[in-house]
């Protein structure tokens, strides 16, 4: 393998890492304020659907964000009705969540544009373009370190780079800022935080609105970014791939971050060799194209029983009289 083969592999990875990035930092802080959600599959579904579509009509590829956004933190105030508010059971409510996505998205697919649950190929200003950064065809001559700028730094859409940031960003609102402080708390224990005075179901609903615009990102950019449009279960398992990078980064950012590029990395590597021959035995293309899926059974078996969840997640809070 030369490194021209080994930037390719690393580009793909970042690209594939960014839904998953997006989608487990939602997780995050849905989940550090108590409210588990394994609705992130329904919510990127979702989300990716409703751009795809407001792009189609429309031909602009923010519109589609926004319709995005809008679509999935609508699916979150969903959940958070049923979680926050009835108390309900939340594993329960994120499947129900996930449920309705699938079933929802191929529903209004066929019925506006009659595709088998498809929307039309998007194009032009439809889709997000790549953005070259500074520097990088001038820096391409430079050994090793120049091709690695021009190659995989840069040339990506613009959600991926706002992902890259969020993490930073995210790392900082947790553990720099009063906000963080309580959001935390909240996810550890609610009755602290409400003998304080602080609300903990106002909490916990903006935990589950920023979990929702995150999500939104996520499912707008495998549409409009990562892919030319909608096709039915586009989302193919990747919520679900999230929330056990989100284990395996125990509620983290920063680990969370290497998480999922390991998981992009191994669908990197099986897009890249559908039949890996190491000499002595040829890996089947079906065992590829099941990497990252098997990672995450690999995960699940051997660091739930390690990663420490928050102390109140998934209970609903009653509040003392």
Partial sequence: ???ATILQILDSAVRLMTPLLLACLAGLYSERAGVFDIGLE????????????????????WL?????ILAAVGMSLIHGLAAI??????LISGVAINFLASGLTVLLGQSWFALGGRTPSL???ARFGSITLPGAETLRSIPVLGPFYAEVVSGHTALVYVAALLVPGTWWLLYRTRFGLRLRAVGENPASVDTAGVSVPRLRWAAVAICGMLTGLAGA??????????VKEMTAGRGYIALAALIFANWRPWRALGATFLFGLMEAVA???PELDMGFVTIPSMVMSALPYLLTVIILAGFIGRATPPRAGGEPYVKER
Avoid: C, H, I, P
């Avoid at 589609?64 to 995005?68: D, M, P, Q, S």
């Fill in 221 to 230: 950019y495998l549409a409009t970014g990562l892919s030319a449009g909608f």
């Fill in 85 to 90: 508010t009835f108390r309900g059971n939340q």
């Fill in 1 to 3: 393998m030369d490194y």
């Fill in 64 to 68: 589609g964000l926004v319709a995005g």
């Fill in 42 to 61: 329904g919510k990127m579904l979702m989300a990716a659907f409703s751009a795809a579509a407001t792009a189609a009509v429309t031909g602009s590829v």
């Fill in 123 to 125: 194009e032009g200003a």
């Fill in 271 to 273: 897009n890249r060799y």
